[in-house]
């Protein structure tokens, strides 16, 4: 049976929440809605910077000491939004949605210890937005001894499968952190972090030139890459781990560029998560044959440019040529999962998170 979902998605970048309505049956996709997107205030941006900061001494997950508590409360209220705006736009009755799948802020994710939290309130959210919601997707994976992380491939795989391809095609989400969903027919399901995506040139755009990212990697573009501090930064411990693997977006902060020319910082970054990205290419079945990249980095034509250089022969398309949604694949992605979780069926897998067996997941939280 279909249903209509609402994804909702805020990711490690800390730029707002994206919102999508599909209609699913949790194999299939059958049809994509509108998407929206609900940007973070800079208050709100600077309460969950603060939140990032205190969460590596979170005492248990569902704590939420001072800073924290306060920006939960402000992401939960700035998902209602999101949803109230979404449904108004288009016109969209709530008793026409049958789930919301809430995927929360991530704040801290240590799967070798079994933690991640992710915040933001459900139950309060569904109260406000008289929805049921499906959330804490990750926890059953990490309490299980996955990895926790990535969750979209089962949705990358319904996608790639329509596309009729041959060859293994790479889906590659390039958000704070970088990540990819090798597809291989039917069978072969393998997924994975790279290594960084934005979040290292996004904090460096930041610092140095007060700038949330580079628009279009227009400073990268005027900048030569630092070639012997990429080959040092890929000796990091992580690239030579097999997947699945996964990553904190802090988990790169200790790689600090030498003092050099804004443009030449940043196309150094740029190319480094490019480079990450093709490093995972050994470590697969067969090389990819269709790279298709979803996720904020689509919009930087330099880190497109170069991850082409990176993986030629191969073809690299941003996915909006496909006809899918780089905004909104997330966001769609956590509407699907929760069709997916409301008829038990498996999000994560062994060869995507490590987790020891198919792991259904997922927890309502009701009107």
């Known amino acids: 049976m279909m249903m209509t979902a609402i994804g909702l998605m805020s990711g490690t970048s800390l730029d707002g929440v994206d919102v999508a309505l599909i209609e ?3 194999k299939r996709v059958a049809a994509f809605g509108p998407s929206g997107y609900r940007p973070y205030t800079e208050h709100e941006r600077g309460l969950l910077r603060e939140a990032l900061a205190e969460a590596v001494n979170l005492p248990r997950r569902d704590a939420r000491p001072g800073v924290i508590g306060e920006a939960e409360r402000a992401v939960t209220a700035a998902h209602a939004e999101a949803v109230a705006a979404f449904t108004a736009q288009h016109r969209i009755a709530r008793e026409d949605i049958d789930i919301v799948g809430f995927h929360g802020q991530t704040v801290l994710h240590r799967p ?3 933690l991640t939290v992710q915040i933001g309130d459900a139950a309060a ?3 406000v937005i008289h929805v049921p919601v499906m959330h804490d997707f990750r926890a059953a994976d990490v309490a299980a001894g996955g990895q926790g992380a990535p969750f979209v491939p089962v949705y990358h795989r319904a996608l790639a499968q329509s596309l009729g391809r041959d ?5 590659v989400n390039i958000g704070g952190v970088s990540n990819i969903t090798y597809i291989d027919g039917n069978d072969t399901l393998i997924a994975c972090d790279t290594g960084p995506g934005n979040a290292l ?3 460096f755009m930041f610092r140095v030139m007060g700038q949330p990212f580079d628009c279009e990697g227009r400073l990268a573009a005027q900048g030569t890459p630092d070639a012997d501090w990429i080959t040092r930064g890929l000796e990091h411990p992580f690239f030579a781990l ?5 990553l904190d977006r802090n988990d790169f902060a200790s790689l ?18 490019a480079a990450a990205i093709a490093a995972i290419i050994p470590q697969l079945p067969k090389p990819p044959q269709s790279w298709i990249v979803v996720g904020g980095g689509t919009r930087n034509l330099t880190m497109l440019r170069m991850l082409r250089d990176k ?7 941003p996915a909006d040529v496909l006809g899918w949604s780089a905004d909104a694949m997330e966001a769609q992605a956590f509407g699907f999962l929760a069709a997916r979780g409301l008829k038990g069926l498996p999000l994560s897998y062994p060869a995507t998170t490590g987790v020891p067996m198919p792991m259904t997941g997922g927890v309502i939280a009701r009107p």
Do not use: N, Y
């Open 167 to 171: 060859g293994p095609i790479c889906v």
């Open 201 to 203: 040139l996004d904090d």
């Open 311 to 317: 993986v030629a022969p191969a073809t690299v398309e």
């Open 256 to 273: 600090k560029l030498r003092d050099m020319p804004p443009a030449d910082g940043a196309a150094t970054l740029t190319a480094f998560t």
């Open 24 to 26: 699913t049956d949790g």
């Open 125 to 127: 959210l569904a109260k």
């Open 112 to 114: 070798a210890q079994r």
């Open 242 to 246: 097999p997947p699945p693997k996964s």
